[in-house]
């Protein structure tokens, strides 16, 4: 299959299958945005009397932002993997790429964020967030948190059918993982030692701090923290396209 055929039949069951969950839903988009924002709810009425946390601008918006990148990839992850398990008869019986399928619960989710963004980019606005330049930056982050998603998600995928288990160890590792990625606080918050070394490691956390820099306060964005940032991505997305190249052939005779 040729890179042009390939991205077409990526676009047709990406936009299909979106629109398909979308048809009998009465209130559409908001329902994109009302989990993050009853789960901000939550959180800020939990933290907000905390000291260290109280001082952080736009508290609010700072949880938000966190969790519908947060958010994103536990879905994006999750639903791909289990996805890709009930796809047997499509595996078993095309010439699809399995890469495929990956793609397109990654680019269904990917459009679910979109979505989002711009409706904490409207509630923004009422709230005051300082918005400007750092605003064009947000590509960048958006992309990264793209190929975080999609490697980790190919990485689950070309082990899955072989150890089912591991839907269960990811469910597991995804609620630590909360723990230590700074939906709700700030990582300069965290002190020194093992823990902090975990919160640096974890590749969301450079992330989703870009994130409200360009989102949020509109400063001056670090190069060499964006680079960062996208590198531990970009790292994440080869290793999980290699790692599922190197299983595929073996995937119909498990699955």
Same mark, same amino acid.
Request: aromatic content about 12%.
């Given at each position: ?40 709810? $939550? ?116 082990? $899955? ?18 723990? $230590? ?17 975990? $919160? ?56």
């Amino acid at each position: 299959m040729s890179w042009r055929h390939f991205a077409y039949v990526l676009f047709q069951t990406t936009r299909a299958s979106f629109l398909a969950e979308e048809k009998n839903s009465s209130l559409g988009l908001i329902w994109h945005l009302l989990n993050p924002i009853l789960m901000t709810a $939550v959180l800020f009425m939990v933290f907000r009397n905390v000291d260290r946390l109280r001082e952080i601008e736009h508290y609010e918006l700072f949880i938000l932002i966190g969790l519908v990148h947060y958010n994103f990839f536990i879905n994006s992850t999750t639903r791909c993997a289990q996805n890709f398990l009930r796809s047997r008869s499509l595996i078993l019986n095309t010439t699809v790429p399995l890469q495929l399928l990956v793609l397109r619960q990654t680019c269904i989710e990917g459009l679910t964020l979109f979505i989002e963004i711009l409706l904490v980019l409207v509630l923004g606005v009422f709230m005051g967030a300082n918005l400007g330049g750092a605003l064009l930056v947000y590509p960048l982050v958006f992309a990264g948190i793209l190929a975080l998603s999609l490697g980790a998600s190919l990485l689950l995928c070309a082990l $899955v059918v072989f150890l089912s288990d591991l839907n269960y160890i990811w469910s597991l590792f995804c609620r630590m993982l909360f723990f $230590v990625t700074p939906v709700f606080f700030d990582p300069q918050i965290v002190g020194d030692g093992l823990a902090r070394t975990v $919160v640096e490691l974890n590749p969301l956390t450079g992330l989703i701090t870009l994130a409200r820099d360009t989102l949020l306060y509109g400063g001056e964005i670090d190069p060499l923290e964006t680079g960062l940032a996208l590198m531990g991505s970009m790292l994440v997305l080869a290793f999980g396209w290699i790692l599922f190249r190197t299983t595929s052939p073996r995937i119909p005779d498990y699955i």
